[in-house]
């Protein structure tokens, strides 16, 4: 009898230890929590360096501590970032086309925007060329400059690419930098950018909204990616055919071309474009966060998964329906609330890493990635010890999660890793359905990416065919850098909780395999990769 009741005793304490190992670790509720905090209205909407920003940074160190996560930045939890914030003064700013001598004025704001990622020249006055995507891709012999001549001219580009260039490919190509560089090479001096009508994330009429609010760049000369650039501008869909006017084609025509990803004819367009421009200048100061949950291994646990998330959003600005707090709850909130979440959920469900986690809530993602590009640059680990990035942005857990979108789903084993994560919770995994809308270089994985490191995004999708698409482009539509972006949206706190437990579990893969994560021998984004030196 003693032996059947140890036996018995044995047993129910084994179950025991495999019903909690079993358990989910998130509920969805502790996440939505986080996300309460960092998009209530006394936060404005964080915009980067301001005092929302600021305090929602506060708060967010407040709970890293509680989690037991480690300071890991060069100032506590803080990495400091400086910008140059650029305002437009409107009032002085002029666009016209100039055709025969004639002048035909562009209305600010109704027909097009300047733009100040690039810090315009006072006056501008140039030739247009239209140059198709405006792309050199020297991995499909694909040049849109070859036998057209741009010197000293502004060049108009149709956003997009060809169908025969891969998505990721695509992307990295119309990076700002990438594009820069070939146009300098080709001695354009500006960019008059075309929208996609087919592939329009918000309406011009809210893309136009905010064109005062200020525009910021690194304030470091190592991160100046368009010297010699004079002017950006872009064009609101419905005004582009008094670009084309007597070149012999439309805008119809082009975008059309554009929206099945055809080869598009380039040519000379028959106006001028005359600009002069007003930019108030100013200086700014923000941080990333940088938190560390130690890893147990003599060796490896030098070595870092990084978990991150942008935790800035856009602010105050015009109002929208009464309404001028741009909360951003899923934009950036959400993801911000998951890091927090998940250190919360390894103090309370401890696991034995080998290597540790990065926590890395960066600043100005919505001003150009600029904070993720500062860190990857200058990370406040050793450089070659970050193994892979796991980025959230903007998951939108809006639909029940049946369906994962991984961004960099084939460019590195990151990708089956995640597969097998989602998979074990009955979550199918699917590839960028959307290469035309370039998600792969729009959140700052991809600027550790640039640094080697292997790395993914993933968020929640709707299924094929059933109207969760249409919910998903009605929020985009509707709600994407919007005030609606808020606390008042419906949200499915069991996709949330579903969706942590993926991150979970694909970061504890990471941080306790043998080998660090690589990349596929055919992804292009491995020629930015070094050998690594340990855990290989």
């Known amino acids: 009898m003693k032996l059947k009741s140890v036996v018995f005793l044995f047993t129910l304490i084994f179950a025991a230890s495999a ?30 360096g301001s005092r929302g920003e600021h305090e929602a940074q506060a708060y967010a ?96 580009i149709f956003s997009g690419s060809p169908s025969d260039v891969p998505g990721s490919l695509a992307s990295h190509y119309q990076t700002a930098l990438e594009r820069w560089k070939v146009l300098r090479a080709a001695g354009a001096i500006g960019i008059v950018s075309l929208i996609n009508p087919a592939s329009m994330d918000i309406p011009w009429s809210r893309i136009a909204l905010n064109r005062a609010h200020p525009t910021m760049d690194l304030d470091y000369p190592e991160f100046d990616e368009t010297q010699g650039a004079k002017l950006t501008v872009t064009v609101n869909p419905a005004s582009a055919d008094k670009l084309f006017a007597g070149s012999g084609h439309s805008f119809e025509e082009i975008a ?9 004819p380039h040519f000379p367009l028959a106006v001028s474009l005359a600009a002069k421009t007003k930019v108030e200048v100013t200086e700014v100061k923000s941080a990333n966060l940088v938190a560390k949950i130690p890893g147990t291994d003599a060796t490896l646990k030098n070595e870092y998964v990084v978990l991150s998330a942008h935790l800035d959003h856009i602010g105050v600005g015009e109002p929208i329906n009464g309404d001028r707090i741009y909360n951003g709850a899923m934009d950036n909130g959400s993801g911000s609330a998951l890091a927090l979440d ?7 469900n401890p696991e034995k890493l080998r290597r540790s986690i990065l926590l890395v809530l960066v600043t100005g993602e919505e001003k150009g990635l600029l904070g993720s590009k500062y ?32 961004l960099g789903l084939e460019d590195s084993d990151l990708g089956s890793r995640a597969r097998e994560a989602a998979e074990a919770l009955n979550v199918k995994v699917q590839p960028d359905p959307e290469p035309l809308r370039n998600l792969f270089v729009r959140s700052d994985q991809y600027n550790f990416i640039r640094h080697g490191v292997p790395s993914l995004a993933m968020s929640v999708a709707p299924e094929p065919g059933t109207p969760e698409v249409k919910l998903f482009k009605d929020w985009l539509t509707q709600r994407y850098h919007a005030p609606s972006d808020d606390l008042n949206q419906p949200v499915e706190l069991a996709a949330a909780a ?39």
């Open 256 to 264: 059309a071309l554009g929206k099945d990803r055809k080869p598009m």
């Open 342 to 348: 998940m250190a919360a959920s390894f103090k309370k």
């Open 61 to 156: 160190v407040e709970q890293l501590k509680a989690s037991g996560a480690e300071p890991a930045g060069t100032d506590g939890f803080y990495q400091p970032v400086k910008f140059v914030s650029r305002k437009i003064d409107e009032a002085n700013c002029s666009l016209a086309l100039m055709r025969d001598g004639k002048r035909e004025p562009l209305t600010l704001g109704e027909d097009a925007i300047i733009g100040l990622r690039v810090m315009p020249a006072p006056e501008v006055n140039a030739p247009l060329v239209f140059v198709g995507y405006g792309l050199k891709v020297p991995e499909k012999n694909y040049d849109d400059f070859a036998g057209i001549d741009v010197r000293g001219k502004i060049v108009v």
């Open 498 to 536: 579903k969706y942590e437990e993926i991150v979970r579990s694909l970061l504890i893969n990471v941080a306790n395999g043998d080998r660090r994560p690589a990349w596929n021998t055919d992804s292009f984004f491995r020629r930015y990769a070094e050998p690594a030196k340990t855990g290989e």
């Open 375 to 406: 860190f990857a640059a200058h990370p406040t680990v050793a450089p070659k010890s970050i193994v892979a990035d796991i980025n959230v942005d903007m998951f939108l857990p809006i639909v029940p999660l049946r369906l994962l979108t991984v």
């Open 19 to 48: 019903v909690a190992q079993n358990a989910p670790h998130f509920d969805g509720q502790s996440w939505w929590n986080y996300v309460k905090v960092l998009a209530d209205d006394k936060l404005e909407g964080r915009d980067t």
